[in-house]
């Protein structure tokens, strides 16, 4: 099917739109978890401090990856990891929702972070090579299919709840989707990782970011926290705050907002330079939770979700379009290094936003939350053009 649908298509453009279809599938397969967590905490009677401490198993489990990650890539090829990883990713899937107790749940959980930043990783390194072809930004467009498999995943998981799907059931439906999209595109990537690719060399396990990747490290960490909060407790806002019984509409309203502007990330960034787009960015986050924290009412709420979508689209695109242009280190290692500082914010994301909400509220941890957006504008003074 690939081959009829691109024949006569250049290499690079057959790269690009495998690459393309690879992130919307990361993109799906995790948020068709992500969208199911209320039911999850549902299921298991959890509060929500048992609940942010659950959520600590994905960015624990990325987190492990990530020494791995750059090493694997750096030896075997981002085609080959993805591929074997990608299976990982989406067969650990199901189990999450047939899990009964809470320690069994954890534990798949931090396989399921393992394998999907390890097949993140890998997927990123692609669009690193696909952007040296173009010779132009075009990282932001994949995160903007990632972002557009969050949203599908997401809407499939809205008519799975108004249908009383179980979440083991949505999940099984998940994979296949998973699998067709894996198997039809894997073959029309890079092959071969320019430098990195099978080489004989020992890869180091990872290597300390120098002082330029340390700042795109920051900067992910906080745009991370955000983006964590909206994944994992958006739909929880809703339905204990607003009191919407399809919680799912906080997550699709931040995901759609997330997708369309990713579209318009590298355009921006070619026009107003990296700096200014990170301003906005981290304007937006903190204006669209303080509007849902200050006027928690429907309407109010769904507006300040738009915004944030808006406000985090660009950070991380930006940031690892950035590191894979490292003079230091490769693409891969480069991207593991970052995102090893940007996934601890997934790691302290939700965990902070549990034990604030468990001792005050979730309106006030989604206020702390905010800060972390203010915090992306000021630490993007010291990135250059």
Not at 67 to 72: E, T, V, Y
Not at 214 to 221: E, P, S, V
Not at 308 to 322: F, R, T
Request: proline share 3%; hydrophobic share 55%.
């Amino acid at each position: 099917m690939f081959q009829v649908l691109t024949a006569g298509l250049p290499q690079q453009r057959q790269a690009r739109i495998a690459v393309s279809a690879l992130f919307f599938l990361t993109g799906f397969c995790f948020f068709s978890w992500a969208t199911r967590i209320p039911d999850i905490q549902q299921k298991l009677h959890l509060s929500e401090g048992q609940l942010g401490g659950l959520l600590l198993a994905l960015p624990i489990g990325s987190l492990l990856s990530m020494p791995a990650a750059g090493a694997l890539v750096g030896k075997y090829g981002s085609r080959q990891v993805l591929l074997v990883f990608g299976l990982l990713y989406s067969l650990i899937l199901p189990t999450l929702g047939l899990a009964g107790e809470t320690w069994i749940l954890f534990a798949l959980l931090v396989a399921f972070g393992f394998c999907g930043n390890i097949a993140n990783i890998a997927v990123n390194t692609q669009a690193v090579f696909v952007e040296k072809m173009y010779g132009r930004s075009v990282m932001a467009s994949f995160h903007g299919l990632w972002s557009s498999g969050g949203l599908a995943g997401s809407l499939l998981a809205w008519g799975m709840q108004k249908w009383h799907v179980l979440p083991y059931q949505h999940f099984l439906i998940s994979m296949v989707i998973v699998f067709i999209i894996l198997a039809v595109n894997i073959n029309h990537v890079v092959r071969h990782d320019y430098q990195t690719g099978g080489s004989e060399e020992k890869q180091p396990l990872f290597v300390l970011p120098d002082k330029f990747l340390m700042i795109l490290g920051i900067i992910a960490f906080a745009s991370m926290i955000c983006e964590g909060a909206m994944f994992d407790w958006s739909g929880v806002y809703f339905r204990k705050v607003i009191h919407v019984n399809v919680a799912v509409v906080g997550t699709n309203a931040f995901m759609s907002t997330m997708a369309s502007f990713r579209f318009l990330a590298d355009y921006l960034k070619l026009r107003f330079g990296v700096k200014r787009v990170l301003q906005l960015s981290g304007g937006l986050i903190a204006s669209g939770l303080l509007l849902a924290v200050v006027f928690p009412y429907f309407t109010t709420a769904i507006i300040g979700f738009l915004m944030v979508g808006a406000g985090v689209s660009a950070v991380v695109p930006l940031v690892y379009s950035a590191a894979g242009r490292s003079n230091t280190m490769t693409p891969g290692m480069a991207l593991a290094a970052v995102s090893t500082i940007g996934y601890l914010g997934f790691l302290f994301g939700p965990v902070l936003i549990g034990l604030v909400a468990q001792m005050s509220s979730l309106r006030a941890s989604f206020f702390l939350i905010a800060l972390m957006g203010l915090s992306i504008a000021v630490m993007s003074n010291r990135v250059k053009n």
